[in-house]
């Protein structure tokens, strides 16, 4: 359904239907089409050319970014960024910026692109506190986390609960993510606002596997107290 919407809004200006700036009834415009299918020309030319706003938002606050970052077009996202000049840490209605949606789908070459190149703010946080690492860590994707620590995030960035990235990890159980959070440089021994550790969660979900990992990389599986400095 998505491709086909895109496919549908480059048809109708390729027909002269529409012009390079209007927006159909979600707020879609044709860049926004181009750059969700990944289409670099065309976007330059959208917007090199025919005017169209390479910042422009749909109903549901994406930007062109957005769409080419959160389907891993690298290529697309440098264009927008540095010939086209598309704000890099635009964010959508949740606060979460195209670096949010390329480590969420552990685009790597699109994460490292976006920061490396692009200027993202690799420490920015959404509405909850929470960094591009955290949803890498939720999601276990533990090469996308090794590609933004590399970037300069940060590993013991807590949430607006004093969580850290390790938290979302170990309930979910993503062992491997656990182990490249600490060997990164995360507090296998942190607690959150309520006291609770990443272990006692794993422990919690059952997660025998991430348990083994929290304890081998240190984890003390005496302690639960409330940790006075995550504030």
């Known amino acids: 359904m998505a491709e086909a919407w895109a496919a549908r809004e480059l048809l109708e200006l390729a027909a002269g239907q529409r012009d390079a700036t209007t927006p159909d009834r979600w707020g879609r415009t044709p860049v926004l089409a181009a750059a969700f299918s990944g289409y670099t ?12 706003d390479a910042d422009a938002r749909d109903n549901r606050g994406r930007t062109p970014v957005l769409m080419a970052a959160a389907r891993g077009h690298t290529d697309t996202v440098r264009a927008l960024v540095l010939e086209c000049g598309a704000d ?27 920061v490396r190149e692009c200027g993202a703010d690799v420490n ?11 949803l890498a860590a939720s999601a276990g994707h533990a090469q996308t986390v090794q590609a933004l620590v590399e970037c300069g995030a940060d590993a013991n960035r807590r949430n607006a609960y004093g969580e850290t990235p390790l938290f979302p990890a170990a309930s979910a159980g993503h062992a491997q993510t656990v ?3 600490v060997e990164c440089g995360a507090d296998a021994n942190s607690a959150n606002a309520y ?9 919690s979900a059952g997660h025998a596997q991430t348990v083994r990992a929290l304890i081998e990389c240190g984890a003390d599986h005496r302690r639960r107290e409330y940790d006075p400095d995550w504030q």
């Not at 006291?195 to 006692?200: F, K, N, R, S, Y």
Request: charged share 15%; with cysteine.
């Open 88 to 114: 890099v840490n635009r964010g959508n209605g949740y606060g979460e910026t195209p670096l949010f949606l390329a480590a969420s789908a552990c685009y790597n070459e699109t994460v490292r692109a976006l």
């Open 179 to 181: 182990r490249a959070l």
């Open 41 to 52: 020309d065309t976007v330059r030319a959208l917007v090199q050319a025919c005017g169209a």
């Open 124 to 134: 920015r946080g959404n509405g909850f506190g929470e960094t591009p690492l955290f």
């Open 195 to 203: 006291g609770d550790t990443p272990l006692l969660l794993a422990a």
